[in-house]
């Protein structure tokens, strides 16, 4: 079973994901500016991701990760990370004005050595400190965290962000957690809920094998029903059986 830890190295290596992401998009707009060939398409991949994927995941953990950290011992240091997040925006408004080859190198630039600070920092102090507190429930963050990035990476769904988790327990939204570590999150979720309640998953492939190990590790005690099937979106119902 997931532990702490286990969840706190999902969300490491998510970041790491992001960076990799971002550090080839700003890659791209240097080598086209160094080449003197047309830097406008690089930058538009780069807008992109950070439209995408960086910008929302920052809005994410302001409103639900940061607040829980804020209330302890590592206040200074969310501080330090929402003056972060202030840069990143402010890098990402610059870069959406550049007109010339070297403004857009030097905005990317200066984009990706904020971020790698910037990640650096929560996954050596802000994720291990939560995931040491014993009162922070690291696990039961990440369904509002992927809940809110979705709705902030869809401008027209922020509405539904204020909104209580649909189902018993909430949807839990596998889509931005590294592949290798949604099947521990799906069965720490299962434990979770209590005979006769349901949890609803979602995926963005049909989850079938985890449907086997189910079988494997969990026969009998489970009702699996397909609410939704594709093609971008998988949408199940996982039951626990009561007695």
């Given at each position: ?66 607040p829980v ?158 609410l939704e ?15």
């Open positions: 079973m997931s532990t702490a830890s286990d969840v706190a190295r999902a969300i490491v290596a998510h970041h790491e994901e992001l960076q990799a992401s971002l550090s080839s998009r700003v890659e791209a707009v240097l080598t086209a500016a160094r080449a003197g060939q047309p830097f406008e398409p690089s930058v538009a991949e780069l807008n992109a991701v950070l439209a995408a994927d960086i910008l929302p995941h920052a809005r994410a953990e302001e409103d639900v990760l940061y950290a804020a209330n302890g011992r590592l206040q200074p240091l969310v501080a330090g990370l929402l003056f972060e997040h202030e840069t990143l925006m402010a890098l990402a408004t610059e870069l959406g004005g550049t007109r010339t080859a070297v403004d857009a190198a030097a905005t990317a630039r200066a984009l990706r050595e904020v971020f790698v600070g910037h990640v650096r920092r929560e996954n050596e102090l802000l994720i291990p400190g939560l995931a040491a507190d014993p009162t922070v429930d690291l696990f039961g963050l990440l369904p509002e965290m992927e809940r809110r990035f979705l709705a902030y990476r869809a401008p027209d769904r922020q509405l539904q962000v204020a909104g209580p988790p649909s189902g018993p327990n909430g949807e839990l939204d596998v889509r931005i957690v590294p592949r290798r570590s949604r099947h521990d999150l799906v069965f720490q979720r299962f434990a979770a809920t209590r005979p006769g309640e349901a949890m609803i998953l979602l995926n963005d492939h049909d989850p079938k094998h985890l449907h086997r190990q189910f079988q494997a590790e969990r026969a009998g005690e489970f009702d699996w029903d397909y099937a594709g093609p971008d979106v998988w949408r199940v119902r996982i039951s626990r059986r009561a007695g």
